[in-house]
């Protein structure tokens, strides 16, 4: 008989609603309950795609006697932690103070009162490497639960008086200056790997953020050694083995330094950051490798992640089934060199395998190799016939939940690179996602809903990266399509950031004034997976106020960018996106109006000009001469009865120009 999940939309809480524990979705009334029975709360927390999180739900939540306990001595609650990353948020920052790690899934329990006193991750069925069993773990926190009460609460309270003293403030936010961002550059150039690129040790994952900062360094400075780490970086990804070399897209991260095995699942955040990363790399050098790699995750995104609403969903699994009705991770991208030859022949088989890295050993499990690209490309037949017949194969699970700031991403990199390299029905993809969020996730009041599935909007309420990304999305479809009504929405929800999310001195916290409380307000100025609100909030915030000229949105932005010059040259591979805004404002960001009539090609050549632009942040409004659709083209007349550009920075403004060459001679600072 399913429990209280079958009512949700969350596909992650979906697949636990057949569980024999009575799982509880987040909620007060889960909490009431474990207040009226007097038993602690059990919080487990992961999502869809996580490998882990489907081994211990297999192993001790679909298992009758674990499951029996548990709702005997607990209220076990469930929570995805991609509809809820506040909550996810709060508690996985008490786990990691508590034990030095985190990660999912997350076990954690809690009093009634939602004070956690007792931590964990993944625990296994039966002991193993040091590890007790979940049951063990049950039956302990059931033990000290009910026979020593007293240290249970004192324990408990010690815990959110320690989370509430690490609140983040600073006094007098300061914009970052040109020594903090040389200083953070010097301090990624300290944790930059130069044998294989990227940064930090294994497990290595995508910094898109910290890219995207080196390649506006470099625009911005000349600094050979910024485009160098960002170029080498983005190459060895994509030739690695996080890069599907047949599909397109990236997987999750790799679990080893020289990018070989990654993790396999594949997640709309890290696809649409790199999606964008690759294709302003090939903007700042033209490289061929940039530009296949930017469209391909394009086209994997709009195809792949596409749902039937025009969002995108949230992941691909990394488990599918491995053709005997087990499901393996990995199994849909692997092969062996006999899995080649069987599909190519012998000869073409066995030049597939040199190129592919493909081993009789294996460079994964059980002989087989993840598909890497170390030298020359591989032909167009060769592809298209080892793609058939992966499509023949299960395929992972999709995750089909539309996440409106992941979505936010995505609609910036597709309306980018549809607009880059002339593919208009990339725009198109990017438009209906964003046509989808206004209709469905926003409400009269602009507020935002965080989640939607199969055209139905979830319960959950937009966190300020919703907000940040969601407007981010806007405001490149903006620029590319002279629509203006994308400007005004995105002023709409920064708005919202303003009223709703700006705390003393100009922080900014993860959830609304008006959002559910829980034990501590989640406030995190630093990446992960995708830009920590705070900053990508900053961003959206300057964009804005560089179409606008709005002083309140431009002061937000600045006085935001203070936890920058705080972070920045002390942590930059954690704060890449505020130094990407960072390098924006101290750009101006550049104001650039391109006017013309409808149609004309010398529009068209010098609004495709100004998007090529790698000045940081450049924003662009291309119309009629004087049109009100865009703030940036009231006064600005054709010249000579011609299209004509306007560039405009710090609020000094050039000569207004008709030929391209002269708008990049403008752009470039010449």
């Given at each position: 008989m ?14 636990h609603?057949?569980?024999?524990v009575?799982?509880w979705?987040?909620?007060?009334e ?8 007097g038993v602690?709360?059990l ?8 490998h882990?999180?489907?081994v ?5 939540f679909?298992?009758q ?11 076990a ?6 509809e ?14 508590a034990t030095g ?51 249970v ?13 690490r ?18 550059l ?5 944790e930059y ?8 040790g294994?497990p290595k ?9 080196l ?8 600094s ?19 890069y599907?070399?047949l599909?397109?897209?990236f ?5 080893d ?16 950051l790199?999606?964008r ?6 903007r700042t ?6 530009r ?13 992640l596409?749902?039937a609403?025009g969002?995108?969903?949230?992941a691909?699994?990394?488990?599918s ?7 393996v ?5 692997v ?15 066995e ?9 009789e ?13 170390p030298?020359e ?16 194969r ?5 995750d ?14 597709l309306?980018e ?7 208009p029905?990339?725009i198109?993809r990017?438009t ?14 602009a ?12 319960a ?7 907000y940040?990304d969601?407007?981010?999305?806007f405001l490149?479809?903006?620029s ?7 400007l005004?929405?995105a002023?709409f929800l920064?708005d919202?950031v ?6 003393e001195?100009?922080t ?8 559910e ?5 989640p406030?995190d ?7 920590s609100g705070?900053t990508?909030?900053?961003?959206a ?5 560089a ?11 600045e006085r ?13 591979r954690?704060i890449?996106?505020g130094?990407a ?22 529009r ?14 450049a ?5 009629e ?7 940036l ?5 054709l010249?000579?009865?011609g ?7 710090n ?8 030929h ?8 470039s600072?010449?």
């Amino acid at each position: 008989m399913p429990n209280r999940l079958a009512h949700e939309t969350s596909p992650y809480l979906l697949q636990h609603a057949d569980n024999p524990v009575d799982w509880w979705p987040w909620s007060p009334e889960a909490f009431e309950e474990a207040r009226r029975r007097g038993v602690p709360v059990l919080l487990s927390v992961g999502y869809s795609s996580c490998h882990w999180c489907h081994v211990m739900a297999h192993e001790s939540f679909e298992d009758q006697i674990t499951a029996a306990y548990t709702n005997e001595h607990f209220v076990a609650v469930k929570v995805d932690r991609e509809e809820r990353p506040d909550v996810d948020a709060v508690y996985m920052e008490a786990v990691q103070a508590a034990t030095g790690q985190g990660g999912w899934p997350m076990t954690v329990f809690l009093t009634p009162d939602a004070q956690p006193f007792y931590f964990g991750t993944y625990f296994p069925p039966a002991p193993r490497h040091g590890m007790p069993s979940f049951r063990q773990v049950l039956e302990g926190v059931n033990s000290a639960w009910t026979d020593r009460r007293g240290e249970v609460d004192e324990v408990a309270g010690k815990i959110v008086q320690d989370l509430a003293a690490r609140s983040l403030a600073y006094d007098s936010p300061e914009m970052p200056g040109e020594e903090d961002l040389a200083q953070a550059l010097l301090g990624l150039t300290r944790e930059y790997d130069a044998k294989s690129a990227g940064f930090g040790g294994a497990p290595k994952f995508p910094p898109s953020m910290a890219v995207e900062f080196l390649l506006r360094h470099y625009a911005r400075t000349g600094s050979e050694g910024a485009l160098q780490m960002a170029a080498d970086t983005c190459e060895a990804m994509a030739r690695g083995g996080m890069y599907d070399q047949l599909g397109g897209g990236f997987a999750r991260y790799s679990v080893d330094r020289e990018w070989v095995v990654p993790h396999f699942e594949k997640m709309l955040y890290d696809n649409a950051l790199l999606c964008r990363v690759y294709a302003h790399l090939w903007r700042t050098t033209g490289s061929d490798l940039a530009r296949r790699v930017a469209l391909e995750t394009a086209d994997f995104i709009a195809t792949e992640l596409r749902t039937a609403e025009g969002g995108f969903a949230s992941a691909l699994d990394a488990d599918s089934d491995d053709g005997t009705g087990k499901n393996v991770e990995g199994a849909f991208y692997v092969w062996t060199p006999a899995q080649l030859r069987e599909v190519l022949g012998e000869e073409e088989g066995e030049r597939a395998a040199g190129l592919f890295g493909v081993t009789e050993e294996g460079t994964f499990e059980e002989g087989a190799s993840v598909l890497q690209l170390p030298g020359e490309e591989v032909g167009a037949d060769v592809r298209a016939k080892l793609l058939a017949a992966r499509a023949l194969r299960p395929a992972p699970g999709r995750d089909d939940k539309v996440v409106a700031a992941w979505n936010g991403l995505a609609i910036a990199a597709l309306a980018e690179v549809g607009a880059y390299f002339e593919r208009p029905d990339l725009i198109e993809r990017a438009t209906e996602a964003a046509d989808l969020l206004v209709r469905l996730h926003m409400d009269a009041g602009a507020r935002i809903s965080r989640t939607s599935k199969d055209g139905q909007v979830g319960a959950n309420a937009g966190v300020l990266e919703d907000y940040a990304d969601v407007a981010e999305g806007f405001l490149a479809l903006a620029s590319v399509t002279g629509e203006g009504v994308w400007l005004e929405f995105a002023g709409f929800l920064l708005d919202l950031v303003i009223d709703q999310f700006v705390g003393e001195n100009g922080t900014l916290y993860d959830t609304a004034h008006d959002a559910e409380k829980l034990i501590r307000r989640p406030q995190d100025p630093t990446d992960n997976a995708t830009p920590s609100g705070w900053t990508a909030a900053a961003n959206a915030l300057l964009s804005y106020a560089a179409h606008t000229g709005s002083e309140a949105h431009r002061t937000a932005a600045e006085r935001a960018l203070g936890v920058v010059k705080a972070l920045g040259p002390r942590a930059p591979r954690f704060i890449g996106w505020g130094l990407a805004a960072a390098e924006a404002a101290l750009d101006g960001p550049r104001e650039v109006a391109v006017v013309g009539a409808e149609g004309d090609a010398g529009r068209r050549e010098l609004h495709r000009t100004a998007l090529l632009s790698t000045a940081p942040g450049a924003v662009v409004a291309v119309g009629e001469p004087d049109s009100e659709e865009f703030p940036l083209l009231v006064g600005r007349p054709l010249i000579d009865e011609g299209a004509a550009a306007y560039v405009c920075r710090n609020f000094v403004c050039s000569t207004p120009v008709r030929h391209p060459d002269d708008l990049v001679r403008q752009l470039s600072g010449e």
